[in-house]
């Protein structure tokens, strides 16, 4: 009998079924705060007085996922980017929501580099899905929902003037 490692892999089904249960947690939260699966492709903003709008951009729908992105209309002093924003992949068949990144224009690749080790994408993707959980919580907390969303039509006219984030 061939051994192919001399230790077993440890892939912490613990950790991983963990975060299989932030994807599913995160999917309740969206779904039930914003409903995206109903929305058609465009901008919408989520206003509650409280001078943080949310903006929620449906990039793309197909039968089975929805495409996302999620932030407030604040702007990065530095870079110019709404922050905090995440990127979002809802996963309708498996009622499942995934952050696929937080930061504006920046990919796995641009923030862990090429070819990072399984752990360090792990890693990652554990704190971005734990973040996304808690921002969903927050933003019910805060009475955003699909009550308070609207569709901007015309993005530069309505949307709100943009503050600074730091």
């Known amino acids: 009998m061939t051994t192919v490692a ?3 892999l440890k892939l912490f089904p ?18 039930r705060l914003f ?12 206003s509650i007085d409280d001078g943080l709008d949310v903006r929620l951009d449906l ?15 604040l702007r990065e002093s530095g870079s110019g980017e709404l922050a905090p924003s995440a990127w979002l ?10 952050a696929t ?9 641009d923030v862990l580099g090429p070819y990072p080790p399984a752990q360090t994408v792990f890693q990652h993707r554990l704190r971005m899905n734990a ?9 019910g907390e805060q009475g955003h929902s699909v009550g308070s969303l609207r569709r901007v039509t015309d993005d530069a006219a309505e949307l709100p003037p943009q503050r600074n984030a730091g």
């Open 6 to 8: 001399d230790k077993p």
């Open 14 to 31: 613990g950790r991983f079924a963990y975060l299989m249960g932030l994807y599913a947690e995160n999917y309740q939260r969206l779904v």
């Open 35 to 46: 409903a995206p699966q109903r929305l058609r492709p465009g901008v919408y903003l989520s």
């Open 59 to 73: 990039i793309e729908q197909h039968r089975y996922t929805v495409e996302l992105r999620l932030n407030y209309c």
């Open 89 to 98: 992949r809802l996963y309708q068949d498996a009622h499942l929501a995934e």
């Open 101 to 109: 990144h937080c930061h504006p224009g920046r990919h796995l690749i």
């Open 131 to 139: 973040f996304l959980t808690r921002w969903l919580e927050y933003l």
